[in-house]
């Protein structure tokens, strides 16, 4: 297993020192996906885009239905990636094949240890669209459940970002109102419909960004 790599310090030192919450912000929700890792989708890697027989844009909108599906739960691994290969139509690509290549995410660990010092002080949800595949292996390699309070997958409830059911039902998760509650997301649909449901929002762009936009919160 991947272990999260966070500094010794003496926590009680370390909350000591953190800057009193003026925001009143009493909960965090965080996207995964290009925030806590860079993603292995298929379609990003160049061996792949070079034997395309057809534009990128094209399969993308081919996949989106089976990617719909998979992402709500409604179809299942083995489905997913013989239908993803079908599409793909790239000999030597299996479907076993490109699940192997999906599932070689790269952590990104800075953010990690945000994660982890942000779960000492306030209630941590994370809100993402990730199929059951993902899902699986980033809890078992990463330990996430134990930073994470909440954790809601579109697979699970049925429902997927930006749809405003799975925020609500987050926030009821939380136990938080809509304007006590900071989302982050590093897709502007998914901020976007958060803002409009009175929750405060962050997009993310790097870590440093995101960093800073806490510190100015107060959260760390």
């Keep these: 297993m991947v272990r999260l790599v966070f500094p010794e310090k003496n926590i009680k030192s370390i909350m000591k020192h953190q800057p009193k919450n003026k925001t009143e912000i009493r909960g965090i929700i965080f996207d995964w996906g290009g925030i806590f890792s860079y993603s292995g989708n298929p379609l990003g890697r160049p061996e792949i ?11 993308s909108i081919a996949l989106a239905d089976a990617i719909d599906a998979f992402s709500r739960g409604k179809i299942t691994s083995r489905k997913y ?31 990690l240890d945000i994660l982890k010092l942000l779960s000492l002080k306030y209630p941590i949800a994370l809100l993402s669209n990730l199929n059951t595949d993902m899902k699986t292996v980033i809890i078992k390699d990463l330990g996430i459940d134990k930073y994470f309070k909440h954790m809601i997958f579109s697979n699970d409830v049925g429902l997927l970002k930006p749809e405003p059911k799975i925020y609500k039902l987050t926030l009821q998760r939380l136990g938080l ?5 900071l989302f982050i997301d590093d897709e502007k649909n998914n ?15 790097s870590e440093k960004k995101c960093r800073l936009r806490l510190k100015r919160l107060k959260l760390l």
């Design 49 to 59: 885009i070079k034997r395309l027989k057809r534009d990128k844009s094209s399969i």
């Design 81 to 111: 990636w013989h239908t993803y290969a079908q599409i793909l139509n790239i000999p030597k690509y299996s479907p076993q094949r490109l699940r192997k290549i999906y599932l070689e995410y790269t952590p990104k660990y800075n953010m």
């Design 177 to 181: 109102p809509a304007s006590k509650t």
């Design 191 to 205: 901020v976007d419909m958060a803002k409009k449901l009175g929750i405060k929002t962050h997009l993310f762009i």
